[in-house]
């Protein structure tokens, strides 16, 4: 992913898929809904590209969605198989309930023949905003989740599953502790520029990234007054966006694009943003990684990969489904290592060259920094049946 915003399971850039900020927004109505409130309403969703679940139920995989964004909507007019969809206030710390949920994805395998979940939980996101990624309750998180990832291998055995399911834990954005005043002076838009005389749309207020909609005419006038405004602020005219964070293109992005150093969140008219841990800030950046875990029977054991990007994330789950992938910017080559069929040098030679040739002309992900445990945020569980032989 370029930067540090949110999930896809689409193994692209964000400027190829399009899902390019937490908040979905319209710059003609001015609407702006959190992802979570736009959940069944396929036309903040679907635009022509297509997640796992609809691509593997396309070539007969059975899937399903708990709770994970995104899997609620229908896509080029196709529903996920099965789908439950979070409500806007669900708790996301309650540990009963996250063991309830893995239950219940362990029967849709073992009674339904499901082939493919995705499991979604909201922490230690929700944890890591409110009061801070360096903090005891957010420690007291992590021990949960932990606790819980136990439970999963637990139940997994319970079930008869253990030979039979592949289970990848990751997430998607790291988190860091939000700078503030008298410490830092934080970034405060409005103190460089007019918002009603120059600016028609604002995405800000929402952690270290944000975007402007120059008043039209108002471009030039806007960019000169923010580029050099505060010395932890980064300005960019869309055009202009560093490459490497694969981002700008998409045409949802807005003409101005900002991001904070570490730490500095991008407020707007006021600093009304109450988070003292937040993310959205450069994916270089260590504190901005997430993690990777992966085992069952298609994966190697005790095997340690070198840092990848997750859009390689997808080609690894098509291979294990056994399912042809839609166009991506991932690489199998970049994962396949992980995988016990490695071993087997021809079969390896094989995917190889099947992956550099879906990837010719799109280019491979860039392979970056290092991975920390402790700052990562909502956990995803995708548990993939290995496919029947
Ligand atoms: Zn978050």
Same mark, same amino acid.
Request: with cysteine; glycine share 8%.
């Given at each position: 992913?370029?930067?540090?915003?949110?999930?896809?399971?689409?193994?692209?850039?964000?400027?190829?898929?399009?899902?390019?900020?937490?908040?979905?927004?319209?710059?003609?109505?001015?609407?702006?809904?959190?992802?979570?409130?736009?959940?069944?309403?396929?036309?903040?969703?679907?635009?022509?590209?297509?997640?796992?679940?609809?691509?593997?139920? #396309?070539?007969?995989?059975?899937? $399903?969605?708990?709770?994970?964004?995104?899997?609620?909507?229908?896509?080029?007019?196709?529903?996920? +198989?099965?789908?439950?969809?979070?409500?806007?206030?669900?708790?996301?710390?309650?540990?009963?309930?996250?063991?309830?949920?893995?239950?219940?994805?362990?029967?849709?395998?073992? +009674?339904?023949?499901?082939?493919?979940?995705?499991?979604?939980?909201?922490?230690?996101?929700? *944890?890591?905003?409110?009061?801070?990624?360096?903090?005891?309750?957010?420690?007291?998180?992590?021990? +949960?989740?932990?606790?819980?990832?136990?439970?999963?291998?637990? $139940?997994?055995?319970?079930?008869?599953?253990?030979?039979?399911?592949? *289970?990848?834990?990751?997430?998607?954005?790291?988190?860091?502790?939000?700078?503030?005043?008298?410490?830092?002076?934080?970034?405060?838009?409005?103190?460089?520029?007019?918002?009603?005389?120059?600016?028609?749309?604002?995405? &800000?207020?929402?952690?270290?990234?944000?975007?402007?909609?120059?008043?039209?005419?108002?471009?030039?006038?806007?960019?000169?007054?923010?580029?050099?405004?505060?010395?932890?602020?980064? *300005?960019?005219?869309?055009?202009?966006?560093?490459?490497?964070?694969?981002?700008?293109?998409?045409?949802?992005?807005?003409?101005? *694009?900002?991001?904070?150093?570490?730490?500095?969140?991008?407020?707007?008219?006021?600093?009304?943003?109450?988070?003292?841990?937040?993310?959205?800030?450069?994916?270089?950046?260590?504190?901005? =990684?997430?993690?990777?875990?992966?085992?069952?029977?298609?994966? =190697?054991?005790?095997?340690?990969?070198?840092?990848?990007?997750?859009?390689?994330?997808?080609?690894?789950?098509? #291979?294990?489904?056994?399912?042809?992938?839609?166009?991506?910017?991932?690489?199998? $080559? &970049?994962?396949?290592?992980?995988?016990?069929?490695?071993?087997?040098?021809?079969?390896?030679? =094989?995917? +190889?060259?099947?992956?550099?040739?879906?990837?010719?002309?799109?280019?491979?992900?860039?392979?970056?920094?290092?991975?920390?445990?402790?700052?990562?945020?909502?956990?995803?569980?995708?548990?993939?049946?290995?496919?029947?032989?």
């Amino acid at each position: 992913m370029g930067l540090t915003l949110g999930l896809s399971d689409k193994g692209r850039w964000i400027e190829d898929h399009g899902v390019i900020h937490n908040m979905m927004f319209d710059t003609e109505t001015k609407w702006k809904y959190s992802f979570k409130t736009t959940q069944n309403k396929t036309e903040w969703w679907d635009n022509g590209v297509l997640p796992l679940w609809i691509t593997a139920q #396309r070539q007969g995989r059975k899937t $399903a969605s708990f709770h994970y964004p995104g899997g609620g909507a229908k896509y080029d007019g196709e529903a996920v +198989q099965r789908a439950l969809v979070e409500s806007y206030n669900h708790p996301d710390d309650n540990e009963t309930e996250w063991r309830e949920n893995i239950d219940i994805v362990m029967n849709w395998f073992t +009674q339904e023949d499901f082939d493919f979940v995705t499991l979604y939980y909201g922490e230690p996101d929700n *944890v890591g905003h409110r009061v801070g990624p360096e903090t005891e309750e957010r420690r007291v998180m992590i021990r +949960q989740i932990d606790r819980t990832v136990g439970y999963l291998v637990e $139940a997994i055995e319970r079930h008869g599953l253990a030979e039979h399911l592949n *289970v990848i834990i990751t997430s998607d954005h790291g988190m860091t502790t939000v700078k503030k005043r008298p410490n830092v002076t934080e970034i405060l838009l409005t103190n460089y520029i007019k918002f009603r005389d120059l600016v028609k749309f604002d995405i &800000v207020d929402y952690g270290g990234f944000g975007m402007l909609l120059p008043i039209p005419g108002q471009e030039e006038a806007a960019y000169q007054a923010l580029k050099d405004a505060h010395p932890h602020l980064h *300005v960019f005219k869309k055009e202009d966006f560093p490459e490497r964070f694969h981002f700008a293109k998409h045409k949802r992005v807005l003409p101005i *694009v900002m991001f904070g150093d570490s730490g500095y969140n991008l407020n707007g008219q006021l600093i009304i943003y109450f988070n003292k841990g937040d993310h959205g800030f450069d994916n270089d950046l260590l504190e901005m =990684k997430t993690i990777f875990r992966a085992f069952g029977p298609d994966f =190697k054991k005790n095997h340690l990969a070198e840092p990848f990007d997750s859009i390689h994330i997808y080609p690894l789950m098509c #291979r294990i489904l056994g399912i042809t992938p839609e166009p991506h910017n991932g690489s199998l $080559a &970049v994962t396949w290592d992980m995988l016990l069929e490695a071993s087997d040098q021809q079969a390896g030679e =094989k995917a +190889q060259r099947a992956a550099i040739l879906r990837n010719t002309g799109i280019g491979l992900g860039v392979v970056i920094g290092l991975i920390a445990i402790v700052f990562v945020s909502s956990v995803a569980h995708t548990a993939v049946r290995r496919k029947k032989e």
